[in-house]
């Protein structure tokens, strides 16, 4: 697959650009995006340079895909069976 077209599955929402905790192999969302996520368009302010200027960005490979980054309706991970999509992190009082 093109980068082109691998890269149009993304549907730009923004929600794989929040900080992220990873327990006893789950993965849960937080509620603190990226700093470099414009809240209103909901894109990466760096996007060309993210991976340089942001190192904990990691690149979007397929053998990422399994490890339960992203939203479980995201269009690189629907379809995959089974899929471990992550939790949202609610902090206990
Ligand atoms: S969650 Fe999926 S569709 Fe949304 S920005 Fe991230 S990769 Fe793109």
Redo the contacts with the bound molecule.
Sequence with gaps: MSNKLWDD?????????YEKIEHNGQVYYTDVPCLHLDLET?LCKIYSERHLLQPQCLP?TADMLHRGI??G?????SEIVHYNAPELFVEEV
């Design positions: 599955r993304c549907r730009r929402c923004g929600r794989c650009c909901t979007l992203l939203p309706d995201c269009p690189y991970v």
